[in-house]
């Protein structure tokens, strides 16, 4: 690769992992007629299961239970009107039969999380019931129903603030799950283990539906057709992601970014990863194509501005990529050409697709906040350059808009459909109080994992570094104290899902599920730039390995 006068620039360059999945998709079966068979082979399954779950509508209890069933296995999507109305019927108009009936704390934990998950605000009062009135704890005795312990534990975190309760069911529940595991069945024991790693709250669905297929399988109450329905299920949407990743696969190779822009992180697998995590549904394969290749460029362009440009090659980048000009790119270096391109074919795709929808207008709120991310970039390499270590607060200012997940939401709005009206993309501009819980979520995590390898190159300071200077705090006493801020983001999150909502709630969820898929690629270290150890078999599962029938 070639640049004007890049022989005389000494640039930041991180010492990036190679690509794990290079060589791993082209030899998967992924094509059309495999699709079509198991679409075949589900037909009749769905109209059975549809028969299940009208039949499941005489006892409310065991109506959600299967619900969750659904829910956990990954296949809800196919009844979602069916569920709607059960469950608005069970919580509106029967919203004390939780309260009244003496269901036990399994029953009665499975409700909470059920009720709150879709967005009715079933009262924690619930559990209080399940507490010794004499100590104001829960019940010792509680320890002895093991899968009521890990239901109250995945429960509360769908808590909001102020409730104290389930504040104290999350302390009880984990002081006791791990020494009860050892008690338990091998399957049950995993799944333990699963939820002490990752609450289901914070769990992307279609991973929970990988996972959970597994345990249903080992349950003696399974429902046969119903695992194999959810088996069948699976293993026919992951043919069709197979050929998505192929096609984004060939957007990669189609601009020879890994020959022009060898500097960048190969990581079109683990973007892929993270945009499925949003909307895996197969009805939008157009679209999750379109806002992957979308990040992919955004992951392009993180490293473009923390470790390979200077400020004035940047500089001249961004006020080319502001003209949306294809001879804006005469002005430009070798290696920020092939960028500016490809983010001007992309754009031209989004503009085809919403065009082709009635959708024109929707464009121009996809292109300010892109160019706002960039923006927030070029602060951020300032910051940089002057040696400049800003407040917590002024820093969180510009990262959370670095963490991408503006021009991501809004592109993927874009691809919704009608769900998705003026309305959306007009809240979208306030900077709701669910997007900033998400932002905050997105550059916290993210921070925490990296900052220790960014810090070891020329690179703007963390928030971990701007909170230790600012309160003069060591790392873990700044880490301690971010970490609640994490939980609070989270309890926006949930308060901001509960009804009424300001948008359609399953636009809502899909930023709830980005900042289920941020926790889970930087809960343990940095997984998109170092995936092996960290979310490489969560993503063979997803997108390699079949369910075995």
């Not at 399988?217 to 119903?226: D, G, H, I, V």
Request: aromatic residues 12%.
């Amino acid at each position: 690769m070639s640049s004007k006068g890049e022989c005389h620039v000494l640039r930041p360059v991180a010492n990036f992992s190679k690509n794990i999945w290079r060589d791993q998709f082209p030899s998967l079966p992924s094509s059309d007629s495999v699709f079509d068979s198991l679409t075949k082979e589900i037909i009749p399954l769905i109209e059975k299961v549809k028969e299940m779950l009208k039949a499941s509508t005489a006892d409310p209890m065991e109506n959600v239970k299967f619900i969750d069933t659904l829910l956990r296995l990954g296949v809800s999507y196919h009844f979602e009107n069916d569920i709607e109305m059960q469950l608005e019927r069970i919580f509106n108009s029967q919203e004390n039969l939780f309260h009244k009936n003496d269901y036990d704390l399994n029953s009665t934990s499975i409700a909470f999380r059920v009720s709150r998950l879709h967005g009715f605000k079933m009262s924690c009062g619930v559990f209080e019931k399940f507490k010794d009135g004499s100590v104001g704890k829960f019940k010792e005795s509680l320890v002895d129903d093991i899968r009521g312990m890990l239901s109250l534990y995945e429960a509360a975190y769908l808590r909001v603030h102020g409730e104290l309760i389930l504040e104290e069911a999350i302390a009880f529940t984990k002081a006791k799950l791990k020494p009860l595991a050892a008690k338990s069945s091998p399957h049950l024991a995993k799944q333990i283990m699963n939820a002490l790693d990752n609450p289901l709250n914070k769990r992307p669905p279609r991973l929970e539906a990988r996972n959970y297929i597994s345990f249903y399988e080992e349950e003696e109450s399974r429902n046969e057709t119903l695992l194999t329905f959810a088996k069948l299920d699976f293993n026919r949407v992951q043919v069709l992601h197979r050929q998505e990743i192929s096609q984004i696969a060939r957007f990669w190779e189609d601009y020879d970014f890994s020959s022009e822009l060898s500097y960048a992180r190969e990581r079109y697998v683990e973007v892929y990863t993270w945009i499925n995590s949003l909307y895996f549904e197969p009805r939008y394969t157009r679209w999750r194509i379109i806002v992957t290749k979308m990040l992919v460029l955004i992951s392009i362009l993180d490293d473009t501005f923390d470790a390979y440009g200077t400020p004035q090659e940047l500089q001249r980048f961004m006020d080319a990529l502001k003209r949306w000009e294809i001879s804006a790119l005469d002005e430009l270096q070798d290696y920020t050409k092939v960028i500016c391109k490809a983010v001007l074919d992309v754009f031209d795709e989004i503009e085809d697709e919403a065009r082709k929808e009635g959708r024109s207008y929707t464009v121009p709120y996809a292109k300010d906040a892109f160019i706002g991310l960039i923006n927030n970039y070029q602060a951020e390499v300032k910051w940089c350059h002057d040696g400049y270590v800003p407040t917590f607060e002024e820093y969180m200012r510009v990262a959370m808009k670095t963490s991408t997940y503006d021009p991501i939401i809004t592109t993927l709005f874009i691809g919704m459909g009608t769900i998705a009206g003026l309305e959306a993309f007009e809240w979208l501009q306030t900077e709701p109080r669910i997007m900033t819980a998400a932002n905050m979520i997105g550059r916290i995590m993210d921070d925490r994992a990296s900052h220790k390898f960014e810090q070891l190159r020329e690179h703007c300071p963390s928030s971990v570094e701007c909170y230790m200077k600012q309160h003069n705090l060591s790392e873990k006493d700044a880490l301690h104290d971010l970490k609640k801020k994490l939980e609070d983001a989270w309890k926006d999150i949930n308060e901001e899902c509960m009804r009424p909502t300001a948008i359609p709630r399953d636009l809502l969820l899909r930023i709830l599920n980005f900042a289920r898929i941020t926790y889970l690629f930087y809960k343990h270290g940095d997984g998109y730039t170092d995936p092996d150890p960290y979310v490489k078999d969560d993503i063979r599962a997803l997108f390699v390995d079949p369910v075995r029938m």
